[in-house]
Structure formats: C-alpha cells, structure tokens
C-alpha cells in the first residue's frame, strides 16, 4: 500500500483522543444535569450543586416516589441519549468521518453507563439503583434483579455497538481488528482518566471520587476490551465501509476546554 492511501485510511490518535473526552464529558452532564438535575425540577425539588460526580437535590416538598424518579433519571437519560445517538449515527453518513464516529462513541458510551448503573448497584450495594429500590424487600432479591438485568443490558449494549461499528472498520479480517482496538481503548482510557480528575476536587470526599472513577472506567469499560469479540462468531456480518479521522484541530480544542471547566469548575462543585 502506498503512502497516499495509508494516509486515506489512517486514524489520527490524538483527535480520537480528543473525541472520547468529549463525550465522557457529555456523558456526565447528561446524567447529573439533565438526568437528575431534570427530575429533580420536574417533581418538585429545589436543585441545590452540580457537579462533575454528582447531583444536589432539596428533597423537602418531594414524595417518596418523585426521590425515586430522581435516583433513576440519570441512568434513564443516558438511555435516551444513546437512542438519538444512535438515529445521528444512522442519519450522519455524509458528515465528516470524525463526527460519525462521535456519535458511534456516545452511543455506545452513554448506553454502557447507564446498564452499568443497575449492574453496579446490585453488585456493590450502593449508588443509584440502590437509592431507587430503598425500602424494597428482599433486599437480596431486589439486589438480584438489579445485577441481572444490569448484566442482560450491558451485553445487549455491546453485541450492539460491535454490530453498529462495521461501518466504521471495513472488511478486511487484521485490519478491522486493529481498527477497532485503536477506536475503542485509546479514547476510552483518555475520557475515563479526565471524567474521573474533576471528582478530586469534589468537596464531598473520597466516596465520590470512587464512584466516579468506578463509573468512568468501569461503567464503560467494554470499550476496553469489546474489540476482541470481533473475533468470535457472533460477528460474521461487515461491511466495506471504514473511517478514516484525520488531524482535527477542532476536536483537540473543545477537549482541551471542556477539560478545564469539567475538572475546575465543575469538578469543586456549582451552587444554583
């Protein structure tokens, strides 16, 4: 292959870098703002700090139930957002190969942490699920239920973001192996490390700190190693298609800023 056409079919690592950033970024906002912060509006509360690792609300004229709705909304926004994710994804084909694959990546990121939400919950016995079903009895079963169905939707989410990605990789059996390795860690490794940052400055402590690095990296960590599936037999279908991302200098800025305002601003914490 000559030089031109590697060119054509190269991934450049610092804009996907750039890219998973972004949208481990997006990912948080979508779950503490829109999902809890939005719930905690809709049923009556008074939202209190927002943060990069969590979510403020002033529960006193809110029903029991409205608390629960609050608990659960994060992991049900990112749901949604994964869905128009997914249709951007589906409709972008024309849009530049960099932008196709954001939407690939959020996508598969948002519905990761939302299935590993409940997966984490029953496993673990706290955070969001666990908020969600206080009270409930068993406690044993319901901790069942959680791990279960977390578990059932985390491998639905990755058969289906593997499935979705042979748009993206080509065809051919070394390369599209490669290709989807270089698509998956690299930005997952760059996302994860910066999301988790901004929960250091978080005045709640070291809790938060965990749960949001074992939101980042475990929630999402079959970006880790989905890659290698590839190689089973429940993925013979491909497609000739493949992106090529270039240097984008676009990507690496609105990184690189909403780094400093995920990690310094609202990693500490903003008061509304």
């Not at 659960?72 to 957002?81: D, E, K, S």
């Not at 791990?147 to 985390?154: A, M, N, P, R």
């Not at 990296?217 to 991302?245: C, D, H, N, Y």
Request: charged letters at 10%; hydrophobic letters at 55%; one cysteine or more.
């Amino acid at each position: 292959m000559n030089t031109t056409a590697k060119k054509a079919l190269s991934i450049d690592l610092l804009t996907i870098l750039a890219i998973g950033i972004v949208s481990f970024i997006l990912k948080n906002v979508i779950h503490e703002a829109l999902g809890h912060g939005g719930a905690c509006v809709l049923v009556g509360g008074t939202p209190l700090v927002l943060s990069s690792a969590h979510f403020e609300c002033d529960y006193a004229s809110v029903s029991d139930a409205g608390r629960r709705l609050v608990a659960a909304a994060g992991t049900l926004v990112n749901f949604i957002a994964a869905y128009f994710f997914w249709l951007a994804f589906r409709r972008a084909q024309n849009a530049s190969p960099s932008l196709h694959y954001f939407f690939w990546f959020c996508m598969s990121g948002n519905f990761f942490v939302a299935a590993g939400y409940p997966l984490f919950s029953g496993l673990i016995g706290v955070g969001d699920w666990i908020n969600v079903v206080e009270g409930f009895q068993p406690v044993w079963l319901w901790r069942v239920l959680l791990t279960v169905i977390g578990f059932l939707l985390y491998a639905f989410g990755v058969w289906f973001a593997l499935r979705e990605m042979k748009t993206l990789i080509g065809s051919n059996p070394n390369e599209r192996l490669v290709r989807a390795f270089q698509l998956t860690l690299f930005p997952y490794l760059a996302g994860a490390t910066v999301s988790s940052l901004g929960a250091w400055f978080n005045p709640i402590g070291a809790f938060v700190i965990l749960t949001s690095a074992a939101a980042a990296f475990g929630g999402s960590s079959a970006f880790a190693w989905m890659s290698q599936m590839l190689k089973t037999k429940w993925f013979p279908e491909v497609s000739e298609e493949r992106v090529a991302i270039e240097r984008n200098w676009t990507w690496v800025v609105i990184a690189a800023l909403l780094a400093l305002v995920h990690i310094f601003v609202l990693g500490p914490g903003v008061e509304l």
